[in-house]
């Protein structure tokens, strides 16, 4: 049996509620996984950091108080985000980072995950940042040092469509896909066609936690265009730039046009889509769009996200499942340590 040492940077939501799953269910990992999870240290920018090369407890730290320097109270703790010293010093195998996401530079999420990759540790990110920006020079970083970098929960949190259609569609002959790649977007339309205004409907979206108090990444499109980005990349063999991806939001959309779409058999969708071209090059763009009830996307509600990806040789597969939540995107960190344990075995 494995055990796997893991440092986490950022304890936000996702990565306390990592600490949660292992508090949980570490003992049951060991018989249905092969391998254990030991958190040897943790840095936010907020509550601080800690390194403990013996191991923390995994309980203790998921109710951990949100308060400005709390890891201090814990021995050995500080109220510094010593980064680099956890993610270097702490004897970690696994560094789980899960920042924030800076759509401009992806920092510094970018610059933790080269500080791990150039040790030979392996990384698992749910961060969009770094996987949009810097893709191309991050994997190259890790292949020289024999390092894993992973970040399934970086498109759609728990719900696997990466890995999915790279290995359960590989030789299908994808031509593109469209997808509801943000949940609070979604959540919003299908509010308005309740009859709430625009404004209601982020208001209630932000009293549920679903939108942040600027809600402009949802409803503006830039979050989903971060994720065409790394679906183009990633399944497509894309070089895209986030400027290579037009973007309209959904914020120009009134309860009257949801009212006569829903007259016509039809209904609108935030949408984000790439697509290979008849002479080789790719259409990327994320904008409203309006589907006859037939679309399999049509029918997709509330903070539910989807994808159908378009192949030659089934037609449209589509995959829905949580795009958000806690336990959710910490799944996605799990499943991404699963992969690299089981490659590991596979050599």
Not at 211 to 236: C, H, Q, T
Request: proline residues 3%.
């Amino acid at each position: 049996m494995t055990e796997y040492n893991i440092a986490l940077v950022g304890f936000g939501g996702v990565n306390r509620a990592l600490a949660q799953l292992i508090a949980e269910r570490n003992q049951a990992w060991k018989k249905q996984l092969g391998f254990s999870l030991k958190i040897v240290g943790i840095s936010d920018l907020f509550l601080g950091s800690i390194v403990a090369s013996q191991g923390l407890d995994a309980g203790l730290l998921s109710k951990l108080p949100a308060t400005k320097g709390a890891l201090a109270q814990l021995p050995g703790g500080q109220v510094e985000a010593l980064n680099e010293q956890v993610i270097k010093d702490s004897g970690a195998d696994i560094i789980a980072e899960a920042t924030f996401t800076n759509p401009v530079d992806g920092e510094p999420a970018s610059t933790f995950c080269r500080w791990a990759l150039e040790q030979g540790k392996h990384v698992v990110t749910t961060n969009k940042g770094p996987i949009a920006l810097h893709s191309a020079e991050l994997k190259a970083l890790a292949q020289r040092n024999l390092a894993a970098f992973e970040y399934e929960g970086a498109v759609m949190s728990g719900t696997p469509v990466i890995r999915m259609a790279k290995q359960s569609l590989a030789g299908s002959g994808l031509l593109g896909f469209e997808g509801i790649l943000n949940g609070t977007s979604n959540f919003v339309l299908t509010r308005m066609e309740a009859g709430l205004g625009f404004a209601e409907a982020v208001a209630e979206a932000q009293a549920l936690g679903y939108a942040e108090a600027d809600p402009s990444a949802d409803v503006e499109g830039f979050d989903v265009r971060l994720k065409v980005v790394i679906l183009a990349n990633e399944l497509l063999d894309a070089q895209l730039t986030v400027s290579d991806v037009s973007c309209r939001g959904i914020s120009g959309l009134t309860v009257k046009d949801l009212e006569q779409a829903r007259a016509e058999g039809a209904r609108w969708k935030l949408i984000g889509s790439a697509q290979r071209l008849a002479d080789g090059s790719l259409q990327a763009s994320v904008e409203p769009r309006l589907l006859p009830l037939a679309h399999p996307l049509a029918g997709i509600g509330g903070a539910i996200n989807a994808v159908s990806f378009n192949t030659e040789l089934l037609g449209a597969v589509t995959v829905s499942g949580p795009g958000a939540g806690r336990i959710e995107t910490a799944f996605a960190l799990l499943s991404d340590i699963i992969h690299i344990h089981q490659s590991r075995l596979a050599r």
